[in-house]
């Protein structure tokens, strides 16, 4: 992984360096071999390490801070890998530094200290990053601007060189190799969402929304699968609205080669206090609701290659 190896230590692998947080990994990634089952957990967005210099940066680092990180969700994704022996990457890098579900194009680019870079000039600026929340955030509604000052381009290469590239290196070779043990492999990028509004009239409110990019990234057995199951829990779920997927599942998601890819946002009210802030009791019941998802979900991808290989040998 160029300059920032991949290496092994007690409990799972470090990779990555945080600009800024001397000897910091930008995430750890966890796995059992051989593999119990072919599913890797990911969490991109609850890093909780800040560099000294960027939580200086930030206007209002103690609120721009909760809000941009999917709280304690690599809480909930620890416990279901333990329970399931799913492997899990989860990054350590806050998302307020990069986010590791957009491209790295998708970049407000007048955030830079000197501006758009030759060669882009002209370029569309994506949807995501003209609301503020590109591969750096730049705004959150209700607080502006979260920057003191514009990004340094060297700064900015760093946060790629040290987190993103190897974060992504680390999925794909995962993936690579629960698809060669299993004949398939699922990617379950995990993320935390705040609470949604009823989807009509006297109907609750989701605790669960479930992305595929509309059918693009995973077989359709699978999110069948996942809403027999969460139906079965009473767990109130929908699918693809208002959370479709991102950038993670359109790079890794590819369906016709065995890998496939799902999003899944859980309502912070079902397993932080009224703050959103910390964890309460009930986080126990989501994990139990996840674990029985995730072996649902597994069961279904190891039919999936298996189905696959009978196909490769009767050819």
């Known amino acids: 992984m160029g ?14 360096a945080i600009p800024g947080c001397a000897g910091q990994p930008a995430f750890t990634l966890t796995s059992h071999e051989p593999s119990p089952i072919p599913v890797l957990l990911a969490v991109p967005h609850a890093g909780r390490l800040y560099p000294p210099a960027l939580i200086g940066q930030l206007r209002n680092p103690g609120e721009a801070s909760l809000r941009l990180e999917d709280r304690y969700v690599d809480l909930l994704a620890s416990a279901v890998a333990r ?4 492997a899990l990457l989860i990054a350590h890098a806050p998302r307020a530094m990069i986010d590791l579900n957009r491209a790295p194009d998708e970049m407000d ?21 003209r609301s503020g929340l590109g591969l750096v955030p730049r705004r959150l509604a209700g607080m502006g601007e979260l920057w003191r000052s514009r990004l340094d381009e060297a700064e900015l290469e760093a ?54 990019r509309f059918g693009a990234t995973c077989d359709g ?6 809403f ?7 767990r109130i779920a929908t699918h693809n609205r208002p959370y479709a997927g991102g950038y993670v599942l ?9 890998i496939h890819a799902v999003q899944v946002e ?23 609701s996840l674990v029985a998802l995730v072996r649902r979900l597994a069961a279904e991808t190891a039919a999936l290659g298996r189905g696959a290989q009978l196909a490769q040998a009767a050819e």
């Open 3 to 16: 300059d920032n190896p991949i290496t092994r230590e007690s409990g799972g692998f470090r990779g990555g």
């Open 83 to 86: 329970e399931t022996g799913a």
């Open 109 to 129: 680019w007048d955030m830079l200290r000197l501006g758009t870079p030759p060669g882009r000039q002209g370029e569309r600026v994506s949807r995501r990053a």
């Open 159 to 212: 946060r790629l060189e040290g987190v993103h590239r190897p974060y992504h290196e680390a999925i794909s070779g995962s993936l690579s190799a629960l698809r060669t043990r299993w004949g398939a492999a699922l990617l379950v990028d995990m993320h935390s969402m705040p609470p949604l509004g009823p989807r009509g009239p006297g109907e609750p409110a989701p605790e669960i929304v479930l992305g595929d």
């Open 221 to 226: 057995a699978l999110c069948a699968a996942a």
């Open 228 to 234: 027999d199951e969460l139906n079965r829990q009473r």
């Open 250 to 258: 359109d790079r890794h998601a590819a369906p016709g080669r065995g």
């Open 266 to 288: 859980v309502c912070r009210s079902t397993y932080l206090d009224r703050r959103l802030a910390e964890p309460v009791e009930a986080m126990a019941a989501m994990v139990t």
